[in-house]
């Protein structure tokens, strides 16, 4: 199945060697390019963004990974021009303008997801809530238990409630 989103199509390709990886990606014929190479592992991987109808690669990000590319996050952050990508411990926001890095963390616990909403980006651990805008700023970060339930309603409210039974919550659109 292709999917296309907002007229473009994502693939990657998976390679066991590195050399193989940059030689396929040097030989990519993408507007915007950008290897991570403070990234390690036995996986290496390209990720491209084509335009659905004529093939033209808007995008091409390279990597490597200890994970395999099923247990990767990637967001495309259409609204904002920007590529969310979790990659082992480190979450990148790349723009897909530029194919510049706009700003890098670690996550210190498991990632459950990301969510895009309007100019702010959730992203949420199993004990960590970070929300940021589009220049990778930090609005709001709170630590908290491991999270057991949560929910998020349509005007932005994350409701959670902890494995210790605390119940808390972040309104994704106020700045702390």
Known sequence: MKLNYNNKIIKYAFFRELSEAKTFFINQKSRNKIFLDDTFGENHIVVNSFNSLTGEIYLSIGFCSERSINELNLLLWEEENKWIIEIDD???????????????????????????????????????????????????????????????????????????????????????
């Open 90 to 176: 480190c979450i990148y926001m790349i723009s897909s303008l530029s194919a510049e890095i706009v700003t890098k963390f670690e996550v210190s616990t498991p990632l459950v997801g990301f969510y895009a909403a309007k100019n702010r980006l959730l992203v949420l651990e199993e004990a960590n809530i970070k929300v940021l805008n589009s220049e990778g700023d930090v609005l709001q970060e709170k630590a908290i238990d491991l999270i057991d339930n949560y929910s998020l309603t349509d005007d932005g409210i994350l409701n959670i409630t902890t494995i210790e039974g605390e119940e808390s919550q972040i309104n994704l659109f106020k700045n702390n």
